[in-house]
């Protein structure tokens, strides 16, 4: 079955770079997504990127897609406290077009 | 940018209630709408798809009963916990999909405490 998998978390510096992992199993799936939840807030859509890239880039955030290995980063360089909250990976996938989430990585960030 | 909003943001009620939340698209048209449920330190997980003018189609393990979902038009969708139980606390979140590349822009989450 369809399946995302993140590691739980991640400590950084500020300043730092932060990359983020993520790995899937549906090779089917077209698009893939990086979401941001904050502390009791929703969900907010960072990026996503199609299939047949390799990398995305926006702003602070470069997503990077290894199909054949079915792997998945989104690094946010130059790290702020801001950044704290955790991040989903999200593949499409489902007879009716959901997204299926992995766990989430809480990213903590120190200053 | 997209917007979804729900109301309410929080709700406690008392066991054996019912509760309505709501999620609205505010600037675009949704022909679908997603129903996720998050606990605690975990994912969110699909409990139902909802689509306006037709019956929602609910995961394995929803009870279609339990929670009642209507999509009355192209900007509302909402969802009904009957019967509520302590059980079904948790964060309720929707999502809206716009446009052909099945962006999903999501509400700020409805959470529910029941006693």
């Known amino acids: 079955g369809e399946d995302v998998e993140q590691s739980l978390f991640l400590s950084v510096r500020e300043g730092d770079s932060s990359v983020i992992n993520c790995t899937y199993t549906?090779?089917?799936?077209?698009?893939l997504y990086w979401y941001k939840q904050e502390p009791g807030a929703g969900l907010q859509l960072l990026t996503y990127?199609?299939?047949?890239?390799d990398m995305k880039q926006d702003q602070r955030l470069t997503v990077l897609l290894n199909k054949k290995d079915k792997h998945l980063s989104l690094r946010i360089a130059d790290t702020q406290t801001g950044d704290s909250a955790i991040y989903f990976c999200?593949?499409?996938?489902?007879?009716?077009?959901?997204?299926?989430f992995g766990k989430g990585t809480k990213l903590s960030v120190k200053p | 940018g997209a917007v979804v909003s729900q109301h309410p943001s929080r709700v406690i009620c008392k066991s054996g209630t019912s509760v309505k939340i709501e999620c609205r698209s505010l600037?675009?048209?949704?022909?679908?709408m997603f129903w996720y449920r998050q606990f605690p330190k975990q994912s969110l997980m699909l409990m139902a798809t909802?689509?306006?003018?037709?019956?929602?189609?609910?995961e394995q393990g929803v009870e279609k009963d339990k929670f009642l979902i209507n999509h009355a038009s192209l900007t509302l969708s909402t969802l009904t916990v009957t019967s509520a139980h302590p059980e079904d606390s948790s964060f309720y979140i929707c999502?809206?999909?716009?446009?052909?590349?099945?962006?999903?822009?999501f509400g700020p989450g409805t959470r529910l405490t029941v006693l």
């Open positions: 999200a593949e499409r996938g489902g007879s009716q077009g959901n997204l299926i």
């Open positions: 600037d675009f048209q949704a022909t679908t």
């Open positions: 549906d090779s089917s799936s077209t698009y």
């Open positions: 990127i199609f299939s047949n890239m």
């Open positions: 999502s809206a999909r716009k446009g052909l590349y099945n962006e999903q822009f």
């Open positions: 909802s689509n306006e003018g037709s019956k929602a189609t609910y």
